[in-house]
């Protein structure tokens, strides 16, 4: 509808939910209210319920404990009378006074008196303290062990007449509550109690007692207290009661019990005696009452519910589906071109109408702003083309299918050569006429697919989606460039652009869409460097290598801001006496992490970061510091000092040097020797004379370091006034192998000696290098041979090691004497080539790379220094001769091998051996005519 690129449907999009309408909303909003409103009317009236019960509980509870003590009251005094009974007994009267305890038994069991002494448990008969009875007086009853407790009982002498008493009981019987009624039995005559009649009823074990009080106070379950001790009857209302918390938290007590039951304790009010009894009893919780009111309030609810469901339904199906019909509408609306709402046919006079119709009007008035805001906001309104924001879309879009399909994108950023001087000459008018022009060729030239923006002014990007290879892009972009530079007449005027182009292909960019722009861009820039009218590939790898060393130069600054830098030092000693000479500065980073690295690591970070002066000068202040440091603890040692063009040439070399020999006046000006490295490029070459002559003539040193590595060697070494010359170590690494390296060597030292300079080999690694150059003439070394770089504190106690080990002892000696070194070296390649010949041919396989190597650096001397050498001997030229016969022979018989043909192969292997015994002979002439000095 507005031409904007619609946004990408993500794959398995999951279904959306379906949205919850209003009509529905509220009905289960006020569904719920109803629902809270009557479960809270619910909750008051069976609270209500239960609080109007409990009163009545707690009334009840304590009409019945009254009942249960009246109950108790009349068992009392029962027990009373009885015993009452049998203490009025004549005949039992007699016994006592005349003291015949056989006698008393018999009465107490007498018919008349048995039946009443049968009420009891246990009745005892003793005499009183005056007229001592027999030990333990009469016992009758049913139970011994309450006898005899009775008996100890009734002999104390201030037990009360009617008492509640607790049986202990023992192992096999639980403690009991014995009701204890004691009378005195008085003679006649004098009305004094002369025996006392004790009886015992075990109230917990008798049913009956409990069942009346039950049943008067209408009670479930009923259990009897004293003190802190609970009795009732084995039944299940018993039970209960007795796994009930006891004793009660307070004395009216009304709670539901596990069983919903209610359960109370109140205490007993007895007229008879005076003791701590209490009742505990136990009702069901009926509740009746309130399950009649909850029922009625839940048909109540269920009432509503059908209510508010059918309405839900109504209003859904009259209100409810036509809006949802008018919301689907308005969504689809977005897809395809503006479509009015509709109503169904039977809403076309109500109130939905009026509002479908301004729905419509609205939508219309917003889709056509929509769309032109959306044209405004994403394309450009000059040449109608993608703006940036529509080309960014697009490209994140590019990006992600070229990086899933592997089909590369080209991303051009063009920018017109010679617009603003047209735009500026002719008016703006003309020059958006020719930017029109331009963009409707470009146009012309795109493919299904391809994109073509501008970003503003004369910058425009293509896209180019699935450029294949590079070959392809190669061609679209010369048509590019053609049609923008083609002339373009406007009014009779000729006018003419060229265009610049920069290009990057993703992959292998793997830059973002802005980044992938941005190196689009750098390329443009390229390209207008190079002479405009052209373009210029963007290469990933370059720009990594610029984007880290960018970063190793913000790294370099770190460390000489924060001190991580050091200086070693690496004695140069004399081969002849052993005397060290000095030693070389040599700076290592101690970068956190990543231990000692040496300068090739930094170097490079140092002088892409502009930052080189400032080592050189870092490293001259830390050297002057040091050499004052030694020259007051007694130690002298001169140093060298490796300085850069750019430092010696620019304004704060003499400075630096003069200020460090002032601010230390123990340092001699002759104890510094400034290294210039040969490759170092010099742009004035009198300038630098003159610097080293000014220097010179106050006392410094200068040398030409890495001599031998550069391409101006012999100018420098003829304009700078130099004292020393030192030989690279990679000549003077090889030169026990390379008879070409070893030829260097001696050549720098002979011509150190022609120009009277003196020469000092680096990288001496081992004796066999020093005693070499020891017979070169080369008598100054520094290396590994004698020790690497070492911290400043620990150089001292080296150079004494030194001095008293007298290593450099016997190197004159150290090896054989050959008239010739490289001839010697040069035969030892070529036999070590010949014998992994011989090999290779009679076993098979392939020539180690030491072997080509050896081969490689015979031939470097055949055709170099030993043509030069000894072109004039016949036994070079014999050497020559055997050589060539052996290469041709070697080439043959790797065809045979190749071919299997073996038998043919060791047929003319001796010839292969014949032209190496050959060269082997040539070799030894040549070394004796050397010998001879010939």
């Known amino acids: 509808m507005t031409g904007v690129d619609p946004p990408a449907v993500a794959e398995n999009t999951p279904a959306t939910p379906r949205p919850r309408t209003l009509i529905r909303t509220l009905v289960l909003a006020l569904g719920g209210a109803m629902t809270v409103f009557t479960l809270l009317a619910v909750l008051l009236a069976v609270q209500g319920a239960r609080e109007t019960t409990l009163q009545e509980l707690q009334r009840g509870f304590d009409r019945s404990a009254a009942l249960a003590a009246l109950v108790l009251d009349q068992e009392i005094q029962a027990a009373e009378r009885a015993v009452g009974e049998l203490a009025r007994l004549p005949a039992l009267e007699q016994a006592v006074r005349g003291d015949r305890p056989q006698q008393a038994a018999k009465v107490l069991n007498q018919p008349q008196a048995g039946a009443v002494a ?177 029922r009625t309030v839940l048909l109540i609810a269920a009432l509503m519910l059908v209510i508010m469901l059918a309405l839900l339904a109504f209003l859904t199906h009259y209100i409810g589906l036509p809006l949802r019909t008018l919301a689907e509408q308005a969504r689809q609306s977005h897809v395809g071109p503006f479509q009015p709402l509709r109503l169904p046919q039977r809403h076309r006079a109500d109130e939905l109408v009026g509002l479908v119709t301004a729905f419509n009007d609205l939508i219309h008035r917003i889709g056509t702003h929509q769309a032109e805001l959306d044209r405004i906001a994403h394309y450009d309104a000059l040449t109608g083309v993608p703006n940036r924001r529509l080309l960014v879309a697009r490209l994140e879009r590019a990006v992600t299918a070229a990086r899933r399909h592997g089909n590369p994108l080209a991303v051009c950023y063009l920018d017109l050569d010679g617009f603003k001087s047209i735009n500026d000459r002719h008016g703006h008018a003309m020059g958006d006429r020719l930017l029109l022009e331009i963009t409707a060729r470009l146009k012309d030239l795109l493919r299904a697919g391809d994109t073509l923006g501008r970003l503003g002014g004369d910058e425009f990007v293509i896209l180019c989606n699935r450029i294949g290879s590079p070959d392809r892009a190669d061609a679209a972009l010369r048509r590019v460039l053609e049609a923008a530079s083609a002339p373009v007449w406007l009014d009779g005027l000729r006018l003419q652009v060229s265009a610049s182009i920069g290009v990057t292909f993703c992959p292998p960019d793997e830059g973002d869409p802005d980044h992938l722009l941005r190196h689009a861009d750098q390329a443009m820039y390229q390209a207008k460097e190079a002479g405009r009218n052209r373009y210029h590939r963007f290469d990933p790898e370059r720009h990594r290598e610029v984007r880290d060393l960018q970063h190793q130069a913000e790294r370099v600054r770190s460390a000489l801001r924060e001190d991580e830098l050091t200086i070693h030092y690496q004695p140069k000693v004399d081969l002849r006496t052993g005397e060290v000479l000095g030693a070389e500065a040599l700076v290592r980073w101690d970068e956190p992490g990543c231990g000692l690295r040496g300068p090739d690591h930094f170097l490079p970070a140092f002088r892409a970061a502009g930052l080189e002066g400032d080592l050189d000068e870092w490293v001259l202040e830390q050297v002057f510091r040091q050499m004052e440091s030694w020259r007051r603890a007694g130690f002298h040692c001169p140093v060298g000092v490796n300085v850069s063009g750019e430092f010696l040439l620019g304004p704060r070399f003499e400075p630096a040097w003069r200020r460090g020999l002032e601010a230390h006046p123990a340092v001699s000006p002759e104890d510094l020797q400034f290294e210039i490295l040969e490759t ?154 010949s014998g992994e010949l011989m090999r290779v041919l009679a076993e098979g396989g392939r020539a180690s790379p030491e072997a080509d190597a050896a081969l490689k650096r015979f031939e470097r001397w055949y055709f170099g220094s030993g043509t030069n050498r000894y072109s004039e001997h016949p036994g070079f030229e014999e050497l020559g001769r055997a050589h060539r016969r052996m290469r041709t022979q070697a080439q043959m018989l790797r065809k045979l091998r190749r071919r299997g043909w073996l038998d043919a192969l060791q047929r003319h292997l001796p010839e292969l051996q014949a032209a190496r015994t050959q060269a082997d002979t040539a070799f030894k002439r040549l070394m004796s005519a050397c010998a001879r000095g010939g």
């Not at 075990?202 to 009795?231: C, M, P, Q, W, Y």
């Open 680 to 833: 170092t490029t010099l742009a004035d070459l009198p300038q630098a004379s003159e610097v080293i002559s000014r220097c010179l003539h106050h006392g410094a040193q200068f040398a030409l370091d890495d001599f031998g590595t550069g391409y101006a060697s012999l100018s420098y070494l003829r304009t700078l006034p130099v004292a020393t010359l030192k030989i690279d170590r990679s000549f003077v690494l090889d030169m026990l192998q390379d008879p070409n390296d070893l030829d260097m060597v001696e050549s720098i030292v002979r011509l150190g000696r022609t120009f009277n300079k003196q020469v000092v080999a680096e990288g001496v690694e081992t004796l066999d290098h020093a005693a070499l150059l020891l017979r070169l003439g080369c008598v100054q070394a520094q290396g590994y041979a004698f020790t690497a770089a070492l911290p400043p504190e620990a150089l001292p106690p080296w150079v004494e090691q030194w001095r008293r080990g007298r290593t450099w002892e016997g190197l004159a000696h150290r090896l054989p004497q050959e008239g010739d070194p490289t001839l010697g070296l040069a035969a030892r390649c070529h036999a070590r080539w």
């Open 118 to 294: 049968r009420r009891f448990d246990a009745v005892v008969l003793t005499r009183d303290a005056v007229t001592p009875w027999a030990a333990g007086g009469v016992a009758l009853g049913h139970r011994g062990d309450l006898q005899a407790w009775l008996a100890r009982r009734a002999a104390t002498p201030y037990l009360s007449n009617t008492r509640l008493v607790i049986h202990p009981g023992d192992a096999n019987r639980a403690p009991s509550l014995v009701l204890v009624v004691r009378r005195g039995v008085r003679d006649p005559a004098t009305g004094r109690a002369v025996a006392h009649l004790a009886g015992a009823v075990i109230l917990s074990d008798k049913l009956s007692l409990f069942n009346a009080i039950r049943h008067h106070a209408r009670l479930e379950g009923v259990g009897l207290t004293l003190g802190d001790r609970l009795f009732t009857i084995p039944d299940p209302q018993g039970q209960g009661l007795a796994q009930l918390e006891w004793p009660p938290s307070g004395q009216y007590t009304a709670v539901p019990s596990p069983e919903g039951r209610h359960v109370a304790w109140r205490p007993l009010g007895l007229s008879h005696l005076q003791a701590p009894a209490g009742v505990l009893m136990s009702v069901r919780d009926h509740g009746g009452e309130a399950g009649v009111l909850v």
